[in-house]
């Protein structure tokens, strides 16, 4: 048995499909599993990180966990808590899906939001593998509704640049590392093939939909009254603007060859991404 904490999520839901679909037997942690549209194989149990006893439930019987805990600037005990459960009911493998960055003092307080939990890992004498990958393509698809009203989008970034990785990806190495020798004690800094500004995006998948997709940049103060009004927290809000100016002043502007090493081909690229998800953002 395989458990995926973090089931219904961007990864997670791809780690989840990828395993049915190797033949794995599989348990997913959500929060509402009637609305998780999980295949039916998969056995659904109902937690969450935060809830200690149905994260210690979820490890029964489990011999590989995918392990995703950290949701804020608050939750370091709870993915703490994680690794802990894991190792107490006897799991043997964890993979912990973690963040580009973790540790640079830069990036002030979100660097440190993976990193207790990192520690957790190291020390839990498991076999473990953590992956840090940079800014998510589907990321984007957070200016879908803007297309669809035929207004600019908000760019939070400005013209930082990053190593745009395709969730894919990700879930690729998080299934071969829980199901594969050979990557236990290993750290990957995942990213894509090149390094792209959020205009660069915007260009690619302006041809692809064939349609301009405009942005307008947003001042920090805008920033952070945006981030609040989705429901974040203040300190959550600002630990974003800090990785914000981090990515604005060329902080993430790092591509690695971790995928192509682990997976023995080349990264998708953010096109690639954009091709297969064009759908999403609505018609013209």
Request: hydrophobic fraction near 40%; charge should be negative.
């Amino acid at each position: 048995m395989i458990l995926v904490t973090g089931a219904t999520g961007t990864i997670g839901s791809e780690v989840v499909r990828q395993l049915v679909a190797r033949g794995e037997k599989v348990r997913a942690l959500s929060r509402d599993p009637a609305k998780a549209q999980l295949p039916p194989e998969v056995e659904s149990m109902r937690g969450h990180p935060r809830d200690r006893a149905s994260v210690e439930a979820a490890m029964a019987g489990v011999r590989a966990a995918f392990l995703v805990g950290v949701f804020g600037p608050d939750d370091a005990e709870h993915d703490r808590g994680l690794v802990e459960a894991a190792r107490a009911a006897g799991v043997r493998r964890i993979v912990k899906l973690s963040a580009i960055g973790t540790g640079d003092p830069r990036l002030g307080v979100f660097g440190t939001w993976h990193l207790h939990g990192e520690e957790s890992v190291r020390a839990s004498g498991l076999e473990w593998t953590v992956l840090r990958p940079s800014a998510f393509a589907s990321n984007t698809l957070t200016w879908a509704q803007a297309l669809r009203e035929g207004i600019p989008a908000p760019n939070m970034m400005g013209d930082g640049r990053q190593g745009v990785v395709d969730p894919r990806d990700i879930a690729d190495i998080a299934v071969t590392a829980l199901l594969e020798p050979g990557h236990s004690g290993r750290t990957y800094t995942l990213t894509g093939s090149e390094t792209l500004s959020a205009r660069e995006q915007a260009a690619v998948l302006g041809e692809i939909l064939g349609r301009p997709v405009e942005l307008r940049d947003l001042t920090p103060e805008q920033r952070r009254e945006q981030l609040l009004t989705t429901g974040l927290s203040e300190s959550y809000a600002d630990g974003l603007l800090v990785t914000a100016r981090f990515i604005q002043d060329g902080g993430n502007d790092v591509v690695t060859d971790d995928v192509r090493q682990v997976l023995g081909r080349p990264a998708r690229t953010y096109r690639e991404w954009a091709e297969d998800h064009k759908g999403e953002f609505g018609e013209a």
